[in-house]
């Protein structure tokens, strides 16, 4: 059990696992991304120059929404001064709408396109910001940057090796491989029949959970900062 405490690279498997569950899934729907602002803001400028305006606005609403996620971390950090609970409450909260969106599914309640672009964004946003205030320095959003860490730490090792001495060689990028495989293992399970990706969705969002208030503990989160 000792070992599963402050392993980031666990927290940042099942983080990257719930991006990309919820991001495929969310995408079969609605056809947006609520993990990769990237994709979204490209499409966005599509559909602007296509002049499609109601696509446009799906896209600009995942944006803000994506935004407003951020917004709300560091507003309960900062300006709520809720300190001593605040990566608690958030973590909490991000869960909360996770949940509640899987639920609707399993329930087979009333979920509009665009209640569930903004719940969803909203939560990826929370996810983004507050990984890195419990100490997972490895992005679990974002593929790009990951590869390019991945395969550059690669090759720095693969060149150290065949006596280039000016290359530094770099640790063996552990998280960056965990992402991309938590990422796709997440994407590949929202293609399984309806009634169950909605249970699988849940069960990674509780595992989360579980793991983080029984196992997880980083001295150097955000709760030890001082209110500014």
């Not at 990769?36 to 296509?50: C, W």
């Not at 600009?60 to 609970?85: D, M, P, R």
């Not at 090796?161 to 990422?183: A, E, M, N, S």
Request: charged share 15%.
């Amino acid at each position: 059990m000792r070992a599963l405490k402050n392993d980031t690279t666990i927290a940042t498997g099942l983080l990257s696992l719930i991006a990309g569950i919820t991001d495929a899934f969310v995408y079969q729907l609605s056809a947006i991304f609520p993990a990769n602002m990237t994709g979204n803001f490209v499409v966005f400028a599509i559909d602007i120059s296509k002049g499609h305006v109601d696509a446009a606005f799906l896209k600009l609403v995942a944006l803000l929404s994506f935004v407003l996620g951020i917004v709300i971390v560091y507003t309960i950090l900062y300006q709520l001064k809720l300190i001593k609970n605040a990566i608690p409450s958030i973590i909490i909260l991000h869960a909360s709408i996770l949940v509640a969106l899987s639920f609707c599914f399993i329930f087979t309640l009333s979920l509009s396109i665009p209640v569930l672009i903004i719940c969803s964004t909203v939560a990826m946003g929370i996810q983004g910001a507050f990984a890195e205030e419990i100490g997972i320095s490895t992005p679990t959003l974002v593929l790009t940057g990951n590869i390019t860490k991945l395969f550059s730490s690669e090759m720095a090792i693969f060149y150290e090796k065949r006596g280039q001495d000016k290359v530094d060689q770099t640790k063996l990028p552990t998280r960056q491989l965990v992402v991309c495989i938590g990422y796709f293992a997440g994407a590949a399970l929202s293609v399984l029949p309806k009634n169950r990706v909605p249970l699988i969705w849940l069960f990674v969002v509780l595992l989360w959970l579980i793991y983080y208030f029984k196992f997880f503990k980083n001295e150097n989160q955000t709760d030890y900062l001082k209110p500014v």
